[in-house]
Every structure is written in C-alpha cells, then in structure tokens.
Nanobody, 124 residues
Framework: QVQLVESGGGLVQAGGSLRLSCAASGRTIIGFTMGWFRQAPGKEREFVAAISSNTSSTAYGDSVRGRFTTSRDNAKITVTMQMNSLKPEDTAVYYC?????????????????WGQGTQVTVSS
C-alpha cells in the first residue's frame, strides 16, 4: 500500500505561482509513474501532469502545458509540481496519484493510489 499526502495548496492571485508537493510513504513509489489530477466543483476529475518512474518522461494536460512543471525526487520519495501564471480556471482540488505504468499516462484507471487532495484557489 502507498500513502500519498499533498501539501502546498492555498489562495493566490491570478498570475501568481504555487508549488505543490506529494509525499509518499508505505510501499516504495520507485518504479511507479506519478500523476497529478484536479477536480473543480461540478466537474470531472481531469489530468494535469505525470512523470515516469525514472524522471525521463513527462506529460501535461493541454490547459497547463507551458505553465506547470512536475518533478520527482526518488531518494526523498516526493513529487512536486510548480504552477506558474495561475488562472482562475485553475481553481480546483489537486490530487497526487501513483500507478505501476512505466510511462506517464493521463488515464485515471492507470493509477492505483490517490492522495486526499489539496485546495488551490486562484482569485481574479
């Protein structure tokens, strides 16, 4: 079992930045692809970003590409996501997820473990 805990959410003005972190415990996440998803009120949970286990591959959703960057530190068992140029439409609960795929994947079904989420609110 893998436990994931997100942190770093908060309230920020449009154009600002936030850095989310995801700390893993329990079973090792080495070998797991790590993903970020978000869910706004009344909307489906959507893919944001993912990074492969060896950090060589990343993938981003169309709405965040060029603004968000995800990275991981396998020694510290943490995953981070730097979010720049934030927009009000980025407001959502952000979730960290882990799955056994070798390459980044945007599909929720490919992730076995999920964190509880952290709220990000971007004011206009």
């Amino acid at each position: 079992q893998v436990q994931l805990v997100e942190s770093g959410g908060g309230l920020v003005q449009a154009g600002g930045s936030l850095r989310l972190s995801c700390a893993a415990s329990g079973r090792t996440i080495i070998g797991f692809t790590m993903g970020w998803f978000r869910q706004a009120p009344g909307k489906e949970r959507e893919f944001v970003a993912a990074i492969s286990s060896n950090t060589s591959s990343t993938a981003y959703g169309d709405s965040v590409r060029g603004r968000f960057t995800t990275s991981r530190d396998n020694a510290k068992i943490t995953v981070t996501m730097q979010m720049n140029s934030l927009k009000p439409e980025d407001t959502a609960v952000y979730y960290c997820a882990a799955g056994p795929r070798a390459i980044p994947t945007m599909y929720r079904r490919d992730y076995n473990f999920w964190g509880q989420g952290t709220q990000v609110t971007v004011s206009s």
